[in-house]
């Protein structure tokens, strides 16, 4: 599956940002849907997780009531809404698809990964 994502830039702290993940080449309703993030030599970190009917939601501890993760299959996208952001969750921004049942907290979980977005949260 191919992934394209969109969204990010630059906001001031406090504000919000959406992203979309367009997926290409099969249905996302066959993945687990994922986002992590890396910051300059830091290494990839999860965001969250979205089962593949979307019932069940995965978040790290760090952005539990501020990120939103969804998904609509019938439009084979993912979404992450992130709201009262902070100068530490400035990064690069991937989502990822994981057709397996391993942990959705691992990148190495995720076989296929959309292209990085930059996230740039100003104090």
């Known amino acids: 599956v191919q992934l394209q994502a969109s969204g990010g830039g630059l906001v001031q702290a406090g504000g919000s940002l959406s992203f979309s993940c367009a997926a290409s080449g099969l249905a996302i309703s066959r993945y687990r849907m994922g986002w992590f993030r890396q910051s300059p030599r830091k290494e990839r970190q999860f965001v969250a997780a979205i089962s593949r009917g979307g019932g069940i939601t995965y978040y790290e501890d760090s952005v539990k009531g501020r990120f939103a993760i969804s998904r609509d299959n019938a439009k084979n996208t993912v979404y992450l809404q992130m709201n009262s952001l902070k100068p530490v969750d400035t990064a690069v921004y991937y989502c990822?698809?994981?057709?397996?049942?391993?942990?959705?907290?691992?990148?190495?979980?995720?076989?296929?990964w959309g292209q990085g977005t930059q996230v740039t949260v100003s104090s």
């Open positions: 990822a698809a994981d057709s397996g049942g391993g942990s959705l907290r691992e990148p190495n979980d995720y076989e296929s």
